[in-house]
């Protein structure tokens, strides 16, 4: 297109100049110097028409760089990602190859023992024979000697070894039970009192930080903002539950979450020393409080970490460990009871001859459920022992976690050790306040709505009310019916009960037939 343009402008030129050479050779006054001038305007039209040709050149020159870099580009990207799917082939193909490998030796592995427990059976068959031929040949001997028949001798023999058998055994057992409970009970007394000889920890009672002082009451007002504004905000940022109410000089912070509460409260005191209460402040003094917090988390697990002498606790857990630290169970801190359940757990370990650090560090994790948010599913063990399998925590010290509230069945020594450090950290005087009217009435409440259902005869709150046993009427109720009945439970004790956890409900249908032989 810029050529045409071009060729239209030099064409104009042209037949400009060819007029006016015309025009000046019709006039008869025309001369010379006007057909040089003509000449030398020819010339400089075609000069420029040549200029603008070549200017014309250059563009459709750059044009067709350009495009031809961006053809470049774009074949340069197709290259890249088809070299991306043969990389990623490549490796599938490998490991399909390993597999395939591995499979094939466990074939063969497998093959070979075949071939091996078939060399045994045989070899088995021929002793067996022997054996058989031994016993013909007995047995036609002992036929004569006696005068019994082979199975007459057989059934006297059988029943003479049988009952010196039975009266044999029954005495070892008792005597092998009697000494094992002895020996069992004296080790077992030995190694918990030097556990817990060995370990002095001190022991003051606290109570979780629920309600923040106030210097005035107007603060309230303040807290509350035009038309519940700053409350909203507090609430929401906080994510816990801001309660106001005619208590002089203090409001509650509610929240299953122990450090969400602990930053709240840092908040409203940031607020109150400020003076200016508003959603930015909200905000800005949340975000400095969370920020102390997770810090000082952090520090509290790694202090614990390197007082019982371990290391290697991913920093998640860590935080957990020192989220500890503003959660009570009956007034008992439950950082310390960590760290005494620890070096418990660890005593103990010592002197059964087992792996001290390990044992340590079960004892100082098996709590870290605790301070999870409250909903997630499962007791606090389960919980825990979950998160420490995230975090690349040891089947054995996973194990330990969740079976030291008997989640799940002991099966290993560390099991164990964790539940008794548990148990002797909580039980020890002066280590918890036992809060004997609220944990009753607890359970009543519990047990109050599972009664409530028609069909119900009996239920029983166990497991710190963790677990409701319910007993029904077969005769009233069948399986179907059992099941649904049990849902409902759940339900109602969801709306009705504010609890941490999980509260399991089994309902227990049973159908009894009873003879009786006179």
């Known amino acids: 297109m810029t050529e045409s343009i071009i060729f ?21 006054q025309a001369d010379k110097s006007a057909a040089d001038e003509g000449s030398n305007l020819l010339a400089k039209a075609k000069a420029e028409a040549e200029e603008l040709r070549k200017n014309a050149r250059n563009e459709a020159k750059q044009v067709v760089r350009e495009e031809r870099q961006q053809l470049e580009a774009d074949m340069e990207r197709k290259k890249k990602g088809i070299a991306d799917l043969e990389r990623g082939l490549t490796k599938k193909e490998v490991a399909l190859e390993q597999k395939t490998e591995d499979l094939q ?4 592995r497998t093959k070979a023992k075949e071939t091996e427990f078939e060399t045994k059976a045989e070899k088995l068959d021929g002793e067996f024979k022997k054996v058989q031929e031994k016993q013909e040949e007995l047995a036609g001997k002992l036929t004569a000697i006696s005068g019994l028949t082979k199975e007459e001798a057989k059934n006297q023999l059988i029943a003479s070894v049988e009952q010196e058998a039975k009266v044999e055994a029954a005495k070892l057992i008792m005597r092998i039970e009697e000494e094992a409970k002895e020996e069992a009970e004296k080790r077992a007394k030995r190694v918990v009192g030097i556990a817990i000889q060995r370990f002095a920890g001190e022991y003051v009672a606290e109570q979780t930080i629920s ?30 539950d801001l309660i106001i109410d005619d208590t002089p000089g203090v409001v509650t912070i509610s929240s299953f979450n122990v450090v969400r509460k602990e930053i709240a409260r840092m908040t409203i005191e940031r607020l109150m020393a400020d003076g200016r209460i508003h959603p930015a402040k909200i905000e800005e003094f949340h975000d400095k409080a969370k920020h102390e917090v997770e810090t000082r988390l952090r520090e509290l697990g790694e202090k614990a970490q390197m007082e019982i002498g371990v290391h290697g606790i991913h920093p998640e857990i860590l935080k957990l460990i020192g989220a500890l630290n503003w959660r009570t169970s009956y007034t008992q801190n439950q950082y310390q009871h960590a760290l005494e359940a620890a070096f418990i757990c660890g005593n103990m370990a010592a002197e059964l001859g087992l792996n001290v650090k390990q044992a340590r560090r079960a004892g100082l994790m098996h709590d870290i459920g605790k301070v999870l948010d ?41 099991s164990h050790l964790v539940a008794a450090a548990d148990a002797l950290s909580g039980a020890r005087p002066g280590a918890r306040k036992a809060l004997k009217e609220s944990y009753v009435s607890r359970l009543t409440d519990i047990e109050k709505i599972v009664n409530s259902f028609e069909g119900v005869t009996k239920s029983y709150a166990i497991s710190a009310g963790r677990e409701i046993r319910v007993l029904v009427d077969n005769e009233r109720l069948n399986d179907e019916q059992t099941i649904m ?34």
């Open 374 to 414: 409250a909903s997630a599913e499962g007791s606090h063990a389960v919980i825990g022992a979950d998160f420490a399998k995230k975090y690349g925590e040891s089947p054995d010290i996973v194990h330990a976690i969740r079976a030291h509230h008997d989640d799940e069945k002991p099966e290993s020594v560390l």
């Open 211 to 240: 309600t923040v002082e106030l210097a005035d009451d107007g603060i309230k007002g303040r807290l509350i903002g035009r038309e519940g504004r700053n409350i909203r905000a507090f609430e929401q940022i906080c994510g816990v």
């Open 8 to 28: 239209a402008v030099v064409g104009v030129l042209i037949g400009a100049v060819v007029a006016f050479v015309i025009a000046k050779s019709k006039n008869a």
């Open 485 to 518: 009945l049990s849902r409902d439970i759940a339900k109602k004790i969801e709306q009705e009960m504010s609890y941490p956890g999980t509260i399991k409900v089994a309902v227990i249908r049973e159908t009894r037939a009873v003879g009786i032989a006179k």
């Open 105 to 108: 030796k466990q074939i063969e």
